[in-house]
């Protein structure tokens, strides 16, 4: 019998090419989850896709070998130029895009596809080069692909498969006028594949959906259950003096293998990197400041248990899989209720189960109702959670002060909502 959290179609079942199935049974993958149960037969015949799946649930995957298909069972138009791009995947982040990149040549270990992953602070020759070569799929995010395609590094004329993942972060992070002007530049969407996967369907992701597919088909898992099931979420109540010495009373009672703590500010996460080093703990913080080598570095160790502490901004929330996180720690209650979800999701990926602890303290306290009111019930309290606080607690040095960066001298101010 699977495991519950896949469905009961076969891989094996689908009309996939036999370099696919080849590499599926390398993997050992031969049951779809749900979202790629729902998604692969419909792209597999011909249909745009716009699918909703909660975070960890194999959303790679289905749009991967659907791109793959289309490209191993289409060959290329007679007089296209071999060297450009035929695919076209766009993430919001360079973890993601990275992410993706590592799956497709997993996937696609037996088709002989080209393939490539771009994204800025890194690499920037390499990258370019790379392209230059001669590739099938192009895999990145907005800012570097654009600089290339503006270059004439690639053209875009011969696109024949479109894929935008993660859609709502894309437009948490501007990109949405980057990727319509990238569309612009490809075939019309009647001439393509297009495939739009997103942990929330909004009104404005369908939007760019119906304004840039083709009639595409709705796919939804689970779309009412907001948070993974299998999470253990909890809330305590601490002042921000409490919040410190809670935390590493709570790692020393939890002992989890693979710990993500979640910190509004970068500097912030410092200081939480600085107090648990203190007090006995390996933590390292990953922000959106870290150079994207040591970034990836930062994950692999996080990944290969190496590193059991993981210090983040939201930079890490979304679209990273990071299995066997046992615990994920909101050291401040994220400003928007979307990225509760996104961060808590984590943990209790393809089927395993996690826990989630909330702090919630006087500066974050305003985000608790928006949180709860987004997923449909209150969370929790921990009983007895005062009780973790350590007592024999090292409070780090102070961070060095850092000059003001504008006008009003820089003094501290209470924190603002985002904007909607």
């Given at each position: 019998?699977?495991?519950?959290?896949?469905?009961?179609?076969?891989?094996?079942?689908?009309?996939?090419?036999?370099s696919?199935?080849?590499?599926l049974?390398?993997?050992?993958?031969?049951?779809?989850?749900?979202?790629?149960?729902?998604?692969?037969p419909?792209?597999?015949?011909?249909?745009?896709?716009?699918?909703?799946?909660?975070?960890?649930?194999?959303?790679s995957?289905?749009?991967?070998?659907?791109?793959?298909?289309?490209?191993?069972?289409?060959?290329?138009?007679?007089?296209?130029?071999?060297?450009?791009?035929?695919?076209?995947?766009?993430?919001?982040?360079?973890?993601?895009?990275?992410?993706?990149?590592?799956?497709?040549?997993?996937?696609?270990?037996?088709?002989?596809?080209?393939?490539?992953?771009?994204?800025?602070?890194?690499?920037?020759?390499?990258?370019?080069?790379?392209?230059?070569?001669?590739?099938?799929?192009?895999?990145?995010?907005?800012?570097?692909?654009?600089?290339?395609?503006?270059?004439?590094?690639?053209h875009?004329?011969?696109?024949e498969?479109?894929?935008?993942d993660?859609?709502?972060?894309?437009?948490?992070?501007?990109?949405?006028?980057?990727?319509?002007?990238?569309?612009?530049?490809?075939p019309?969407a009647?001439?393509?594949?297009?495939?739009?996967?997103?942990?929330?369907?909004?009104?404005?992701?369908l939007?760019?959906?119906?304004?840039?597919?083709?009639?595409?088909?709705?796919?939804e898992?689970?779309?009412?259950?907001?948070?993974?099931?299998?999470?253990?979420?909890?809330?305590?109540?601490?002042?921000n003096?409490?919040?410190?010495?809670?935390?590493?009373?709570?790692l020393?009672?939890?002992?989890?293998?693979?710990?993500?703590?979640?910190?509004?500010?970068?500097?912030?996460?410092?200081?939480?990197?600085?107090?648990?080093?203190?007090?006995g703990?390996?933590?390292?913080?990953l922000?959106?400041?870290?150079?994207?080598?040591?970034?990836?570095?930062?994950l692999?160790d996080?990944?290969?248990?190496?590193?059991?502490?993981?210090?983040?901004?939201?930079?890490a929330?979304?679209?990273?899989?990071?299995?066997?996180?046992?615990?994920?720690?909101?050291?401040?209650?994220?400003?928007?209720?979307?990225?509760?979800v996104?961060?808590?999701?984590?943990?209790?990926?393809?089927?395993?189960?996690?826990?989630?602890?909330?702090?919630?303290?006087?500066?974050?306290v305003?985000?608790?109702?928006?949180?709860?009111?987004?997923?449909?019930?209150?969370?929790?309290?921990?009983?007895?959670?005062?009780?973790?606080?350590?007592?024999?607690?090292?409070?780090?040095?102070?961070?060095?002060?850092?000059?003001?960066?504008?006008?009003?001298?820089g003094?501290?101010?209470?924190p603002?909502?985002?904007?909607?």
């Amino acid at each position: 019998m699977q495991p519950d959290h896949l469905s009961p179609t076969r891989f094996a079942d689908l009309p996939l090419h036999p370099s696919l199935q080849a590499s599926l049974q390398q993997l050992g993958y031969t049951h779809c989850t749900p979202i790629q149960a729902q998604a692969l037969p419909k792209a597999l015949a011909g249909e745009d896709l716009a699918g909703q799946a909660q975070t960890g649930t194999g959303k790679s995957a289905a749009f991967l070998l659907a791109t793959m298909n289309h490209l191993l069972t289409h060959p290329r138009a007679e007089g296209d130029d071999p060297n450009q791009p035929r695919a076209f995947i766009l993430a919001p982040t360079r973890e993601l895009a990275v992410q993706i990149y590592n799956d497709a040549l997993g996937l696609g270990s037996q088709t002989g596809l080209r393939m490539t992953v771009c994204y800025g602070g890194a690499g920037y020759e390499q990258q370019r080069q790379s392209i230059e070569a001669g590739i099938d799929i192009l895999i990145g995010t907005p800012g570097r692909l654009i600089d290339y395609f503006k270059q004439g590094t690639y053209h875009l004329k011969q696109i024949e498969v479109l894929v935008l993942d993660e859609a709502d972060r894309m437009f948490d992070l501007g990109f949405i006028a980057d990727i319509r002007y990238l569309i612009r530049k490809m075939p019309p969407a009647n001439q393509r594949k297009n495939y739009l996967f997103s942990a929330t369907l909004s009104h404005r992701v369908l939007e760019l959906a119906y304004e840039h597919m083709n009639n595409p088909q709705k796919i939804e898992i689970e779309p009412d259950q907001v948070t993974a099931e299998r999470v253990r979420q909890e809330l305590v109540h601490v002042a921000n003096d409490e919040k410190l010495p809670f935390l590493v009373g709570l790692l020393r009672n939890r002992n989890a293998f693979r710990t993500l703590v979640f910190v509004n500010t970068k500097r912030g996460a410092e200081l939480v990197e600085s107090a648990l080093k203190v007090n006995g703990f390996d933590a390292r913080v990953l922000s959106g400041d870290v150079s994207q080598g040591t970034r990836l570095r930062l994950l692999e160790d996080f990944k290969q248990g190496k590193l059991p502490v993981l210090v983040a901004t939201d930079v890490a929330a979304r679209g990273l899989h990071i299995p066997g996180v046992d615990l994920v720690v909101n050291f401040d209650l994220p400003q928007d209720a979307e990225d509760y979800v996104h961060r808590i999701g984590r943990t209790a990926r393809a089927g395993a189960s996690g826990d989630a602890v909330s702090l919630c303290c006087e500066t974050w306290v305003y985000s608790l109702p928006e949180i709860e009111k987004y997923i449909g019930n209150r969370l929790p309290l921990m009983a007895d959670g005062h009780a973790l606080i350590a007592t024999d607690f090292v409070a780090p040095k102070p961070l060095p002060r850092r000059q003001p960066s504008g006008p009003g001298g820089g003094r501290g101010r209470r924190p603002q909502r985002r904007p909607r």
